[in-house]
Structures are given as structure tokens and as C-alpha cells.
């Protein structure tokens, strides 16, 4: 048997060294959201029935749709860092609402529901809910934001309408 040489030793301690750093993120937790919020937590499962909302509310057609333009992660920022303590609780509330609400309703959980279900989920959501509920106070919400994020859009901006900057175009020489 041949002993260890040193170069083979670097060479394992390099790997070993490569192993250990690499473990951590093959075993992160799919659970988790997709983004580092500070103030609200929300699980991998909310933020795709979030996902599956702002869909409905902007669902993909010639042009992208919310899930494509990631509106689901700007309400999240929007919701994480610019509302109050009170309103991101509420919000909270409401995400939990909404998913009893779709249970309840469709006895189907909204992200997996078809096209059809979801659109009598939220016919039925606008029919029934309580106007001041938190419930309700999470859907505009989310409706605004996702509104919101479609029109601050790179695609919207550059494609739909198309944004110049202040002062505009300089026509010197137009016939009055």
C-alpha cells in the first residue's frame, strides 16, 4: 500500500472542505418563501397561493401576467416594508382567511384550483365578504399592489406605455 502523498491529501481536504459548504443549501427548507422578509413570515405554500392570486387578478393573456412579472413578490415587499404593524397583521389575517375561505367555498385549495374555480372563488368572495373584514382588506390590498406592480413594470413601461422622461420630446418647429 502506497502512502498518502501530499498533493492526494490537499485534494481530499479541498473536496471534503467543497462537500461541506455545498450540504447546507441541497438540504435548505422548501417550506420557506422564495424572499427574506423582516417584519411578516410566510410560508412557501402562501406565497404560491399569493402567486396564484395575483394571477387571477392579472392572469397571462397576450401580454405576461402577474405570475410572470413576479407581482406576488412586490405585494410582499410593499406589504413587508411599507405598511403598518397593524395592516401587515391584518394582511396576515387575511391570507389566512382567504384560505378557509377557498376550502370552504370550493372545498379546493386556490393554487391548485382550475382557471373556472377560482373564478367563482373570488365571484363568491366579492358577493359575500364583509366589506371591513380582514379577509377583504387582503384582497384589495393584494389587487392594488399587483395592479400597482403591472404598471411600474418593465414591460409596461416599455411596451404598453411607453415612459419619457420630463420634459418629453423638444418639437421646435410646429404649426400653430
Known amino acids: 500500500m502506497q502512502p498518502y502523498s501530499r498533493r492526494s491529501a490537499l485534494k481530499a481536504l479541498v473536496f471534503a472542505s467543497a462537500a461541506m459548504a455545498l450540504v447546507p443549501s441541497c438540504m435548505s427548507d422548501r ?3 422564495s424572499i427574506l422578509l423582516k417584519k411578516i413570515t410566510i410560508t412557501g405554500a402562501d406565497e404560491t397561493l399569493l402567486a396564484a392570486l395575483c394571477e387571477a387578478i392579472l392572469p397571462k393573456t397576450t401580454t405576461p401576467g402577474a405570475k410572470e412579472l413576479s407581482s406576488h413578490l412586490f405585494v ?15 394582511f396576515i389575517k387575511g391570507l389566512s382567511d382567504f384560505k378557509a375561505f377557498c376550502q370552504s367555498t370550493g372545498n379546493k385549495d386556490f393554487a ?52 419619457e422622461l420630463v420634459p ?9
Open 112 to 163: 391548485t384550483a382550475s382557471t373556472e374555480d377560482r373564478k367563482k372563488i373570488l365571484n363568491a368572495l366579492l358577493a359575500s365578504a364583509d366589506k371591513e373584514s380582514d379577509l377583504m382588506a387582503f384582497f384589495n390590498t393584494t389587487k392594488g399592489l399587483t395592479i400597482q406592480s403591472y404598471t411600474a413594470s418593465e414591460f409596461f413601461l416599455t411596451k404598453v406605455q411607453v415612459y
Open 31 to 33: 417550506s420557506k418563501s
Open 76 to 90: 410582499l415587499t410593499m406589504v413587508d416594508d411599507c405598511r403598518t404593524k397593524a395592516d401587515q397583521d391584518k
Open 168 to 176: 418629453g420630446r423638444y418639437h421646435g418647429c410646429v404649426s400653430v
